[in-house]
């Protein structure tokens, strides 16, 4: 085997380089399958692989759309350059979007702005930059079904995506990224799909009650394995599946469920003495009838997703001790865990009661309390 002279190739790829580069202003996006490794050793290489070429097949088309231009693909990613602001966030949400639609995986993107340097070496596209590294900083911190923006481009794009009102913009999140130290990044969505958020979401305090339905979709939506909702009667969670659109709620939760997220359902058992006594509030004289009915709601949904054959389960759980709140547990058991949490007061009416909102990862000792709770109250349950 003939030895590689190393150092006449790296004078030939000088050479080439200063030959052939082109400096200008772009924006850098890249886009990746989110879980591509665990999808291939849960679901063999086959659907794995079939799942990246479809991914990239769609990033193609939509980047293509937007007078954009794919450099090259990344394994199970792309890296994308666009000379236009908008049209690089517009095509990033039309890509969220159609994968999203896609139900069976999920993507994740980063975005930025500055100077690269675009080549091509015996054919083969690049681009070269600290922009590119940012970019790919920024993706790796991104959640699953998560578009990261940075600062720098947000101030250009910020006011003419206002003009897009299905289009959403997260608040900015302070990220400490190696060998580029701070930054500031903002999610983009759509209104309809919402924004993950961060893992590491600060305590907050929602003080007119009841999230928004599509804060709680998003809320939920990058579940890994396991929602539990847990209240009296429910009733507002099982009219969710049928008083608003598939799209609104109950789309969502298939597609959880079909990731192989499983969902518990907890409420107070209608049959028990502390339902009939239970007075939380006074305008609420049915309580046991509206709780029968939530389990009706339940049950029928609960079949409807038996049928589709998901790997996820939907749970029924009628527990016989009084709760003092209403909660939303995401991933309890993982270090991403994260609740929502009201609790019920004298007088005031559930659904104005001030909503907390916080995370294992910061107000460890708090979850960790609460979720105690739930899972006492998981324990003397019955599951219907």
Request: proline share 3%; net charge neutral.
């Amino acid at each position: 085997m003939s030895k590689i002279d190393v150092d006449h190739l790296a004078e030939y790829l000088r050479l080439k380089t200063e030959k052939e580069g082109t400096k200008s202003t772009r924006i850098v996006a890249m886009f990746d399958l989110a879980s591509s490794t665990s999808m291939k050793l849960q679901e063999g290489h086959m659907v794995g692989t079939n799942a990246a070429l479809l991914h990239n097949l769609i990033c193609r088309e939509i980047v293509d759309r937007h007078n954009g231009s794919v450099i090259k693909e990344l394994g199970d990613g792309v890296l994308v350059s666009f000379g236009d602001s908008l049209d690089a966030c517009l095509a990033a949400v039309d890509i969220k979007r159609a994968i999203y639609g896609q139900s069976s995986f999920l993507t994740k993107g980063s975005l930025t702005i500055g100077e690269v340097e675009e080549l091509e070496i015996s054919g083969v596209r690049d681009i070269l930059g600290a922009p590119v590294d940012r970019c790919a900083r920024i993706l790796s911190t991104a959640f699953a079904g998560q578009i990261l923006i940075d600062s720098p481009l947000h101030a250009g794009v910020s006011s003419h995506l206002k003009d897009y009102l299905d289009v959403c913009v997260g608040p900015p999140e302070g990220l400490n990224l190696k060998d580029i130290g701070s930054i500031t990044t903002y999610e983009l969505s759509t209104k309809e799909i919402g924004l993950v958020g961060g893992r590491k979401i600060p305590f907050t305090i929602h003080e007119k009650g009841r999230l928004p339905i599509d804060q709680k979709v998003a809320f939920m939506q990058n579940a890994k394995r396991e929602v539990i909702e847990l209240g009296v009667g429910l009733t507002t969670f099982a009219e969710y599946f049928v008083s608003r659109g598939g799209y609104e709620f109950k789309d969502h939760v298939t597609r959880l469920l079909k990731r192989g997220v499983n969902f518990k359902c907890m409420l107070l058992d209608p049959n028990h003495k502390v339902a009939r006594e239970c007075r939380i509030d006074l305008a609420e004289p049915s309580l046991v009838n509206d709780i029968r009915s939530s389990i009706k709601g339940l049950k029928k949904q609960q079949g409807y997703f038996k049928s589709l054959k998901l790997d996820g389960i939907f749970e029924i759980y009628a527990y016989r001790r009084m709760p003092y709140f209403h909660a939303v547990c995401v991933d309890p058991e993982t270090d991403d865990g994260r609740m929502t949490l009201s609790h019920y007061l004298h007088g005031v009416r559930r659904a104005e009661t001030p909503v907390f909102q916080f995370c294992k990862a910061v107000n460890k000792d708090m979850f960790e309390k609460y979720w105690l709770s739930i899972k006492e109250l998981l324990v003397g349950s019955k599951l219907l």
